[in-house]
């Protein structure tokens, strides 16, 4: 048995969202002003990461506003550090080449989170070339972003490719990417409802700098053996690797493991390594969480729950994602989405602690067609 929760709607012409909502994070920030550029419509956004030890904008959230100002020719107040208020009034989408270096550890990902669905409805094919932190707590690592977010936007309709050239980490962050993509027409929409059979797990331990290489030994053999333990019958591999001074500065570990099933669904958890690095802890970690994934058949993992949601709004039709528990990000996602898009969103939840989100979208289309 299913019950149901619909979220309200309310549509103005001057949308103001609040920042201190659920989450209270950065979340709220990020997908207004994405949605504010898309749709040509000015938003104000107070309380900005009200539940952060330190609130306001930081400075990934920095430059991601002011790259979208750059690429929407807006009209902005209160882009600044630490700043809680925010007022962004947008006039037009220019793709093209764009550059922002951080200076920091700030993470690149959750930059391109912001951009990417931006200028998927922009005018010309678009290159993002961001500096900061590749691999960095409190967001998704670059190689999530290429193995489960990529082949989940496939189904909206949206190709991108991302080129690592740097990888960085904290405190330095200097990590460097290049984000390609082409603009499309309008959004398909897409379902993640049938998870199949688990395939396989894949993954990569990776260490970096002057760490030992047993800390992503230590990796790999703890998560192997829970996913053996599990599912003895499954392919389970797990590559070790260095790298380069080349390919990164720092020093640095971490694990990215994904879960490929039949049905095509790709889920996917990662684990940094922090400043007391326990090999074994991390590779623990981030299978246990996998196998709670797979073991509960979910189609969308909950990292990638709140990134989907405003794909959901603007695609043409209606999409459904079979995930766990509602993550705060997620509901902070529909929140904004709801009122700046008037998108509908339904939840149901199922056993197993399973969640079905629906979202019937508002088909929006490229103006400059």
């Known amino acids: 048995m299913f019950c149901c929760e619909t979220g309200n709607l309310v549509m103005n012409d001057f949308v103001e969202i609040d920042g201190s909502y659920l989450e209270g994070g950065g979340q709220a920030l990020r997908n207004a002003i994405s949605l504010s550029v898309i749709l040509n419509r000015p938003v104000r956004v107070v309380k900005i990461r009200a539940n952060r030890p330190k609130p306001g904008l930081s400075h990934q959230h920095l430059h991601g506003v002011n790259l979208l100002r750059d690429i929407a020719h807006a009209d902005v107040t209160g882009n600044k550090l630490l700043s809680t208020e925010l007022e962004f009034t947008p006039r037009t989408i220019i793709g093209g080449l764009y550059r922002v270096d951080t200076r920091t550890a700030a ?207 603007l695609a043409n039709g209606c999409s459904r994602i079979r995930t766990g528990a509602l993550t705060k990000h997620t509901r902070t996602a529909i929140y904004v989405a709801e009122l700046i898009t008037g998108a509908k969103y339904k939840v149901e939840y199922g056993d197993f602690g399973q969640s079905l989100i629906t979202c019937e979208g508002i088909g929006h289309l490229r103006t400059d067609i």
């Open 107 to 313: 993470s690149v990902t959750l930059i391109y989170q912001m951009v990417l669905p931006v200028l998927l409805f922009g005018n010309v094919r678009s290159f993002i070339d961001v500096v900061g932190g590749t691999n960095v707590a409190f967001a998704p690592p670059v190689e999530y972003m290429q193995q489960v977010l990529k082949p989940a936007l496939k189904r909206f309709g949206v190709n991108f490719d991302l080129k690592v050239l740097h990888h960085g980490f904290y405190p330095r962050g200097n990590g460097r990417c290049q984000l390609a993509c082409e603009p499309i027409r309008s959004l398909n929409a897409a379902q993640f409802t049938d998870f199949g059979q688990l395939q396989s797990v894949q993954g990569c331990a990776f260490f970096a700098g002057r760490l030992p290489g047993c800390v992503a030994s230590d990796m790999r053999h703890s998560a192997e053996r829970e996913i053996h333990r599990l599912w003895p019958d499954n392919v389970c591999n797990i590559q070790v690797y260095k790298h380069t001074p080349v390919e990164a500065r720092d020093n640095g570990a971490g694990i990215i493991l994904t879960a490929l099933t039949t049905s095509g669904c790709v889920l996917g958890s990662a684990t940094i390594g922090d400043k007391n690095i326990d090999g074994h802890l991390i590779g623990s970690n981030a299978s246990c969480e996998l196998a709670g994934y797979i073991k509960n058949e979910i189609c969308v993992d909950s990292h990638m729950q709140d990134q989907l949601i405003i794909y959901m709004a």
